[in-house]
């Protein structure tokens, strides 16, 4: 996920790209090593999507985010004796969406990262922030249960296919600038069982969900307004990736990527020459100003993709610390002249007028 | 015998003081009846009796025997409160000393009267001024009794002692603190003020010089009043 | 009539300014005192109330431990249950350059903060606190811009400070504005920090201060669930509870300040009494013409009331303002003392209220009406004409005048009495009967003038002291009040310096039996309000390993819980109670106490036991430790004068079993030669100094320091007895000069008959002598009665604490001194008056 956006510039205004290490090409990723924490790099997050279904198929959508991020301008905090001093902050945000009430239940949490209160631990694989909890033998492979004022979440994962690495071999420039990289990766189908709980009732659910993991020093100019991401899981067992940032002036093209896993978790980069992504229609929010396309036309000409991509409801905002919107959308349309539906995720940010003041 | 015009009755009155453990008479039976528009003198050794009696014409003591009458008012009948107003209403006075309040002025002096009655009006403010001018002080309206002269304070008593057009004055030695000159001058004009107004007056003097200014001259000796002729 | 009264109102006070002024003055005063007390008490205490119920939020309810804080786990454990708690770390920090009293250092988790404290909200400064500034920064503090200013720090700066007795650098990571008065209140005496910070500094890195909690009143099922996870010795507490415990603590001493500025105003009525009385004297003759021309005794009341009014209205005025500009620096010695005694407060502005402007101004307006009432209504007596003619000798009937006051002073003594029996307990009720027992001596003048004169008649040869006091006696009307007024001044004099002088001499000896060391070492700067900083380890090694120490006895400081509520307790070692006298009850002989507290007992102090009821030894209370709630016998009740709030005193060996807690707060050292005391003190600070920054004092220093901090607490109390004495003296002065006018043309009279000048002025001083004489008389025993009830009444009940009565008789000797010199300067004025007339100016009469 990209929306990084918001903690560099919330939290820090000074130069941050060192002494941090940055993301180097030449760098493999090792796992299980990799499923932790880089605390050498000052951001990282572990975001999980997904969708599911009810026995009688009420839709659900859900997220579950673990932020890390690095305070200050160095690695380390200097030579402290207390175990409550530390630089890492830890956030989570958590998000269901009830598409039969057209509802949007969201909360976030911070705190320090101290033991026992949040930390990550590789192995076994564990992310912690009080009582919201992913634990597995890796991030696929894991338990995720949160809990807020009115809704819980408590999912059992298992990976479909294998992790799949994002950009060339998990360094994924973001922009034009190669010092604006990351290294990523993302577990794009996950088998997903459990229950989720809203208000007094509770659910038992089925459904499929997405994983990233990502991490590095610096992502984005200062130029940059925001970007759209669309994790789409197609109903013939391919997986796309897609995103876009747009710049200050609001026009949409600035850098675009495009990642596509097969049937048989096989990864292709996409061509995206003359790719367009093209807004349908809109969300007025009325909280933060923002006007969110909620429904958009991608066109991937090189590719033969031409997808509908449709929110399934207008609503689903994120009136955190930082304001994005992230929700489950509905696919359809064609590949290579087959016809294709599929459902997916969508993260729009740097469209809320007050995410400029946030950093006054 | 009582006469119509008759002001002032004094029937019968007698006065005694305590003096330690022991009582004394001062006055004994006094009768005395004083004409409207008549001024009467009073004299006597000192301690005889004669503030006395001014004092218990005037209401402001009360007397052990007899009766005082002042115009159709039963004077000892009275309570203390009610002989006060009384007082305030019907009697002017004029001392020998301390006459004047020191912290007001001359006009606030004569004023007070009128003020306490309530009857400061356009009429008697007029009156108040003509007082002022027939005395010849009119021009020091303004000064402070420190400011004047022992003549001119008595002045200002006089025209205090008539602003309110009272029925009776009293006069304790009103010129006792004069010279000669000035003391003359001061009851001449005193006189000529009551009987123009057809007012009465008790005046208590040592001065037979005074004295024989009066209409009729009484004086007190051995506890009784004696009228004196001329 | 009313405006016409109100008119010679006016007017007669603006014809005798000298007097109005005079009056006005007095009235001033007494008000000025009572304002700037009050505005000095209500800052201090509205200084702490803020910053408490800032630093405490909107926390609902505070778990705390007993003694020892309560562990972080317990944070963990919490947190689980509910997101709505907060960690707290306070300490007090010594900034380096700033002065004795400490600043509280608050340690929080910024990330838990939001429900409890706002300062980390945009609403409450005008920018956000950085949160990467406080938590990436070893030592990073952020303070407000006014804190910042004073210390002469920026962002950026690094700021010298004490904390536990160790320096350290603090950071100063970001300042902050604060939007409103209110906040910024808080921020003046905090300095706020991560609580990983916090821990460095403290040096506590396991336990929390406490964990403010956020509970909805009817959510039982919370405050069940974490009162199922707190360890023993760990309870959940109601924020309101505290604050309203601390509060109640300072009322003893405010009332008692209280006290004090009200005896003042007393004094300043006496003068007004006094002026009033010979005003009305001078206006005899005004008022028999008035009431001659027809006013009545009502209406002549009146307008003397009405004058009383004005006079107390415009004084009150004047000494509201006046009072304003003296609670400005009475704030700072009455906080310094409040600090000393209860609770640090660094009040450094004086907050006025609506509340203390309408005290003042009732005070002097009630005092005022009061003082005219019987100059009123003698004024109302007058019989019309009685002051118009030179005749009236007015013949005083001082015989009556002296058996009515008698029987007054009787009866109010009566009433005092039975005031202070009838209330064992109260405060104001002894502060009542002390007004009861002033008053009643006061009546008493009229007889104490009567027999001095009866006496100095038996001496033949003194004719002018004679006739002297022949004319005090028939001048008694006017003369016994600025008598009265100097009386109370001496006797206060007497009984504040007495009550002093006993608490002086109690302590000293108190101090004699417990201080068995030669040496003491402890943290600076502590006292009864600041939580005592523990030694560090290396500190009490070197101690140990030290040739010139022969014995090392240890003490433990901390607070506590009990089912009576917090108490400070007290941990030692040494059996200094060898001295019988040193408990007020005990339940085994006081040679056996000892052995009872090292079985396990306790002992609890004098004022501590005042506070909670407990009247006899014998009495168990119970005490939190770690380990629960246990109970515990009181062996004894002894007398402690460390601390007014009181102590409980356990053996340090059963402490450190009980709380598991081998720290220590100070070491007596007993050397091989004592002697040698002071350099070893000396040479040990230097080498310590490293480690941990101390306080190595010989024996009689602590004594010193002890004496030091009484004299501050007692040093308005001072001011005031002194401010007493001027007034009385200002207005035996103002009489005397009152009365030789009167009798002007008397000396007038007795100049035209052959007396000379110098004689006149013989006449002059010697009234002004025999009226000092008499006062000086009676203000001794009265002065012994009230170092009496201060001693043994007033200080016990506020207090708890019985005092030694020890007045030394020197004391009465001062006073006489005092008294002849008051007698001398006074009539210097009138003398030099007298001196300037001829006989024949002094005969005729002034109008």
Known sequence: ?360 | MISIDDLVVINNVSKSYAEGDQNRLVLKLINLNIKNNEIVALTGNSGSGKSTLLNLVSGIDALDEGSIKIGNQEITSLSETERTMFRRKHLGFVFQFFNLVPYLSVWDNVLLPLAMNHIKNAANLERADSLLSTLGIRQRKFSYPYQLSGGEQQRVAIARALVHDPDLLLADEPTGNLDGKTANVVMDTFRQLILARGKSAIVVTHSREIASKCDRIFSIRDNSLFEQTQ | MNSLLGRLCFKSLRYQPKLLILLMTSIAIGVSLIVGMDIAIQSSNLAFERTTSSLTGKATHQIIGSGQGVSDQVYFEIRKITQNIAPVMKEDVYVVGFGKIPFKLLGVDPFAEAPFRDYFDSQYAKESISIEALLTRKNAVVLSNTLANRFGVRQGSSLSVVVGGRPFQLFVASTIEPRDKINDRFLQDVIVADISVAKELSNRFDTLDQIDVLVDRDDQETLDKIQNVLPKGVQVVLSANRTRTIREMTKAFETNLFALSLLALLVGLFLVWSAMSFSVIRRKSEFSLLRCMGLTSKQIFLMIAFQALLVGLGGALVGVLFGAFMGKFLVLSVSQTMSDLFFVTHVRQASWTFATVLKGITFGVLGSLLAMLLPALEVARIRPREGLSLKTIEVTQYGRIISKCLLVSVFVLLLSAGLLIGQPKSLMASLVAALGVILAFSAIIPLAAWIVVRMLSCIKKLTVLEFAAWRLLHALPRTAIPMAALMVSLATVIGITGMVESFRETVVSWLDQRLVGDVYITVPNQGPSRAPAVLDEKVIAFLKSSSEVSRLEYLRSISVETNLGPSQLVAFENNSFKNPKAFLQSIVPPKEVWKKVLGGDIMISEPLAFRWGIKKAGEAIDLLTPKGWRSFKIAAIYYDYASSQGVIGMSLSNYQELFSDMRVNAVAAILKNSTRSSDISTNSLERLKSIQVLDIKPNRDIRSEVMEIFSRTFSITQSLKWLAVFVAFVGIMSSLLSQTIENIREYGLLRAIGFRRGEISLQIFCESLLMSLIAWVVSVPLGVMLTYIMVYIINYRAFGWTLQMHLDKTLFLHTLLLTILAATLSSIYPSWKTLQLRPMEMLKLDQ
Request: glycine residues 8%; aromatic residues 14%; hydrophobic residues 35%.
């Open chain 1, 1 to 360: 996920m990209y929306w990084l956006l918001c903690i560099v510039m919330f939290l820090s205004h000074s130069s941050w790209s060192e002494p941090f290490e940055v993301a180097n090409p030449a760098q493999s990723l090792v796992f299980p090593r990799d499923h932790g924490e880089h605390r050498s790099f000052k951001t990282e997050w572990w975001y999980y999507t997904g969708h599911l279904l009810t026995e009688d198929g009420r839709r659900f959508g859900y997220q579950l985010t673990f932020f890390r991020n690095a305070l200050g301008n160095k690695v380390h905090v200097s030579d402290r004796k207390s175990k409550w001093a530390t630089n890492q902050l830890y956030f989570t945000h958590f998000a269901i969406s009830d598409s039969q009430e057209k509802k949007h239940h969201f909360a976030e949490r911070f705190s320090r990262g101290m033991k026992p209160l949040a930390f990550i631990q590789t192995q076994p694989f564990q992310l912690v922030l009080e009582d919201w909890l992913v634990s597995g033998s890796t991030p696929g492979t894991a338990n995720l249960s949160a809990k807020a004022p009115k809704f819980e979440i408590n999912l059992q994962l298992q990976p479909k296919k294998d992790l799949m690495l994002q950009g060339s071999n998990g360094f994924s420039q973001k922009g034009f600038n190669r010092k604006n990289s990351s290294h990523y990766y993302s577990y794009s189908r996950l088998y997903t069982t459990g229950q989720i709980k809203i208000g007094d009732q509770k659910f038992n659910v089925t459904g499929q969900s997405w994983m990233d993991h990502e991490y590095s020093t610096s992502l984005l100019e200062k130029s940059q307004r925001g970007w759209d991401w669309f994790a789409i899981q197609l109903n013939n067992q391919s997986e796309l990736m897609l995103f876009q940032l747009r710049d200050q002036r609001g026009s949409y093209y600035y850098y675009r990527v495009g990642k596509l896993n097969d049937k048989g978790g096989n990864s292709k980069t996409l061509d995206m020459s003359g790719a367009e992504f093209v807004p349908i229609s809109y969300f007025k929010s009325e909280k933060s100003g923002g006007q969110y396309p909620i429904k958009w036309k991608v066109t991937i000409p090189k590719e033969n993709i031409d997808l509908t991509v449709t929110a399934i409801f207008e609503n689903q905002e994120m009136m955190t610390s930082v304001v994005y919107w992230e929700g489950a959308t509905d696919i359809s349309g064609q590949i290579n002249k087959g016809q294709v539906k599929g459902m997916g995720y969508l993260e729009m940010t740097g469209y809320a007028e007050n995410i400029s003041k946030r950093f006054e």
